[in-house]
């Protein structure tokens, strides 16, 4: 293990929440999210004293992940691409709630590309709870953050490691709560050892650190194709000024025919949309008939993330 820093940032969720029964994991009687500082977690973890010279803690922000916003994002990117700068520092830690914490890794990861260990760790279990899942995560996102090698953004939880671009929430409840699907993780954390099974995550940073504190986000939805769907929210989104698109789609991508011609409509006024698909594994086939581009390999949430700063690249 290194001897260089090791920078933790906190940004909530349940690994930061309180419930108000310590058997209650869920909220049942009463649960708030990002109750309790990045510190505060860190300063309960075993040896964490003997090591602290070599931490660095910061809280960038304090909310239950359903309410990650371009704001915190920004103040994110900004403070991880800072740290990620010095030479001292061998990789970040940073702790998230579940429910968006594969966008924002997502989103970490298509901005900068890093070439040092970020990994986003979380918890399914309150930090209060009788027996928490968040130090054991914490510990292992520190095995991660702290090993030689390692790159790029990853998601840490029950004992996986996840690239930013497969990881997706697949359970509401059990503390094994991600997947990469049909990719699998990169590897797993065995007592603070790591077993991996394939490279960490690559990629090419964009040019749009300089200037994102101000930069303007563009308005990018998300709709759906189903048995009856039509074009009525699309011509809406339209007159709102919606600027991108992503069209969940059925199967290898099909679109249901009424709500198709909408979407072919809008890009006529300029309106940027891409096809994913409603699958939960797997990844979008090109066909020659294909009317509407296609983000492959990417869920809905990444389709739209990537989608943002494709229109931020072209503004
Ligand atoms: C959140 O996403 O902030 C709350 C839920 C969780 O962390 O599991």
Redesign the pocket.
């Known amino acids: 293990m290194s001897d260089q820093k090791i920078v933790f940032l906190g940004t ?4 930061a ?1 309180t419930a108000a029964n310590a058997l209650d994991h869920t909220g049942l009687t009463g649960y708030t ?2 109750q309790i500082g990045v510190h505060d977690l860190l300063a309960s973890l075993p040896d964490w004293q003997e090591g602290a010279e070599r931490y660095v803690v910061e809280q960038v922000a304090q ?4 309410d990650m916003g371009f704001d915190v994002w920004v103040k994110l990117a900004l403070r991880v691409a800072h740290h990620l700068a010095q030479d001292d520092v061998q990789g970040i830690v940073i702790t ?6 594969e966008e924002t890794a997502y989103f970490l990861q298509a901005l900068l590309a890093p070439s040092k260990p970020v990994v986003l760790t ?3 279990r309150p930090a209060n709870a009788l027996v928490p899942d968040g130090p054991q995560n914490l510990l292992d996102a520190l095995a991660v953050a702290s090993s030689i090698g390692a790159r790029g953004v990853t998601v840490v939880c029950a004992g996986a490691i996840y690239g930013a671009e497969e990881v997706q929430k697949v359970h509401p409840y059990r503390l094994n ?1 991600f997947s990469a699907g049909d990719a699998g993780p990169i590897g797993f954390v065995e007592q603070g050892r790591l077993r991996l099974l394939r490279d960490w995550p690559r990629g090419k940073a964009l040019p749009l650190l300089v200037g994102l504190a101000d930069a303007a986000w563009p308005r990018v939805e998300i709709v759906m194709s189903y048995a009856g769907a039509d074009g009525t929210v699309v011509r809406a989104l339209l007159k709102s000024g919606v600027q991108g698109l992503v069209v969940v789609a059925t199967g290898n991508g099909t679109v249901h025919q009424d709500l198709e011609s909408a979407l072919l409509m809008v890009m006529q006024h300029g309106v940027k949309v891409v096809r994913a698909t409603r699958c939960a594994e797997g990844r979008l086939l090109p066909g020659v008939n294909d009317a509407l581009p296609a983000a492959p390999g990417l869920t809905p949430v990444k389709a739209r993330i990537a989608l943002i700063l494709a229109l931020m690249q072209a503004a």
């Open positions: 909530g969720g349940t690994i929440g999210a990002a909310l239950d992940s359903k998230h709630g579940t429910d968006t914490l979380c918890a399914m709560a």
